[in-house]
């Protein structure tokens, strides 16, 4: 069974301090990984797309990286307005549906 | 806005009612999933739909739910006979075929007295 497993649970930045998210995975033939960013009370807005292990992606102060165990997402100089639960989630090759598997999310604050 | 859109967003149910919540796709997205989440959890799959076939269900899913994608355009989520652990924010999320990223709507946050 797929499995992903998010570290921390929850992560306290002041402005500007740079951190690394971990996204820890075990999947059957990986098809994709996948971030999303989620704010309180909405449901989740994508950020990234990782295929192969080395892949690497960039968005503004947030780039993801990917290995064959794990993923990164690393964040530079945040900024309060970065402050958001952010979901790793991935998919089988196996499945035909898209069918994602869903970590439990890192909780990121950042104080100004 | 030509994002995805849910109704309600929020139901206040009493156990043992019967609820059903709309989503409405990003229009030219062919597929359709429905997820459940619950407080410090990452969302739940539930069902999937390409175009009006519902092509997978979760074991998760008691037959008190039922999914349905008319004509392949909104899709419905109904819970029968709701109980206290149905409460929760119920996601809906759409793409496009050959691309695996899903766009998700606001949900609908379902408390179940």
């Known amino acids: 069974e797929d499995q992903v497993t998010q570290s921390p649970e929850a992560l306290r930045l002041q402005e500007g301090e740079s951190s690394s998210l971990n996204c820890s995975y075990t999947?059957?033939?990986?098809?994709?990984l996948f971030w999303y960013r989620q704010d309180p009370g909405k449901g989740p807005e994508f950020l990234f797309t990782?295929?192969?292990a080395g892949e690497e992606k960039e968005k503004e102060r947030l780039k993801a990286t990917l290995t064959k165990k794990e993923s990164f997402l690393h964040i530079t100089a945040p900024k309060p307005e970065d402050s958001a639960t952010y979901l790793c989630?991935?998919?089988?090759?196996?499945?035909?549906?898209?069918?994602?598997?869903f970590g439990d999310g890192t909780t990121l604050t950042v104080k100004p | 806005d030509t994002g995805v859109s849910q109704d309600p967003r929020h139901k206040i149910t009493k156990r043992g009612q019967n609820v059903t919540f709309r989503c409405d796709p990003i229009?030219?997205?062919?597929?359709l999933y429905w997820y459940r989440q619950t407080l410090g959890q990452g969302p739940e799959f539930l069902t999937y739909?390409?175009?009006?076939?519902?092509?997978?269900k979760s074991r998760l899913l008691s037959d008190r739910f039922s999914a349905e994608r008319p004509k392949g355009s909104f899709s419905t989520l109904e819970i029968q006979r709701t109980e206290q652990g149905d409460s929760a924010m119920y996601l809906c999320?759409?793409?496009?075929?050959?691309?695996?990223?899903?766009?998700f709507g606001p949900g609908t946050r379902l408390t179940v007295t």
């Open positions: 999320a759409s793409s496009p075929g050959g691309v695996n990223e899903q766009y």
């Open positions: 990782l295929y192969s």
């Open positions: 739909f390409q175009n009006e076939a519902q092509l997978e």
């Open positions: 999947v059957s033939g990986l098809r994709g």
């Open positions: 989630a991935v998919q089988a090759r196996v499945t035909n549906a898209g069918k994602s598997t």
């Open positions: 229009s030219e997205h062919n597929r």
